[in-house]
């Protein structure tokens, strides 16, 4: 099945500080990736879509310039929290998937906690 | 426009079934199922597409109805291993690779 992973799994940061967040397809290309953030005992909600050479697509709330996303090749997309402050720590997923159509395979997700 | 699930939470013994909803206002190309543990990520269950689809795997299945704007989740004789909160997402006609998910339930299987 199709592989998705995450780097790191967990981070702990001082507020202000600036994290990046790794998201890889293993053994597929992904055309479109996916940036989630989930807080405790809520649904996922989606920050922004991602295409491959493409500026990402932000969702209506979600700060561009707070929330990069770069999606430099058909395989890796970066999710960088700049100047991260405490409302920022939640459970962050990336998904992929092949195409158009086709269903989104999830990361193991990053926790973020920003002191 | 985030999907409507039903219910919000069950609490079902070991061997009993269950049947989760999800429902659009809008007119939907695909549904897709998922399952989140707790402190992991989502895993993917399956996907219906329109045409009015059943699918299966092992004894958990699904179907879509597009007419109503819904799919439904059926877990037969459930198993310990299949509590967590189930998630539906959905693709609208016309809208490509947008996707929202619904809000979850929350199955708790208990001995």
């Known amino acids: 099945g199709a592989v998705v992973s995450q780097h790191p799994s967990w981070v702990i940061c001082k507020s202000g500080t600036s994290v990046k967040i790794e998201c890889r397809s293993l053994?597929?290309?992904?055309?479109?990736m996916f940036w989630y953030r989930q807080f405790p005992k809520q649904s996922l909600m989606l920050m922004a879509t991602s295409n491959e050479g493409s500026k990402a697509t932000y969702e209506q709330g979600v700060e561009k310039d707070k929330f990069l996303i770069n999606h430099a090749s058909l395989t890796l997309s970066t999710l960088t929290v700049t100047s991260a402050h405490p409302e920022d720590s939640s459970f962050y997923i990336c998904?992929?998937?092949?195409?158009?159509?086709?269903?989104?395979?999830f990361g193991p997700g990053t926790r973020l906690l920003v002191l | 426009q985030q999907p409507v699930q039903s219910p919000q939470a069950v609490i079902l013994r070991e061997g009993e079934d269950a049947v989760i909803n999800c429902s659009s206002s809008?007119?939907?190309?695909?549904v897709h199922w998922y399952r989140q543990k707790h402190g992991e990520a989502p895993v993917f269950l399956m996907i219906?597409?329109?045409?009015?689809e059943q699918k299966g795997h092992e004894k958990i299945s699904a179907s879509f109805n597009e007419k109503k704007q819904q799919s439904s989740l059926y877990l037969t004789a459930s198993q310990l291993s299949y509590s967590g909160t189930y998630f539906c997402?959905?693709?609208?006609?016309?809208?490509?690779?947008?996707?929202?998910f619904g809000p979850g339930t929350r199955l708790s299987v208990l001995p």
């Open positions: 998904s992929a998937k092949q195409g158009a159509w086709e269903t989104q395979y």
């Open positions: 809008k007119a939907l190309y695909s």
């Open positions: 053994d597929f290309q992904a055309t479109t």
């Open positions: 997402g959905t693709e609208w006609e016309n809208y490509g690779q947008n996707f929202v």
């Open positions: 219906l597409l329109k045409g009015g």
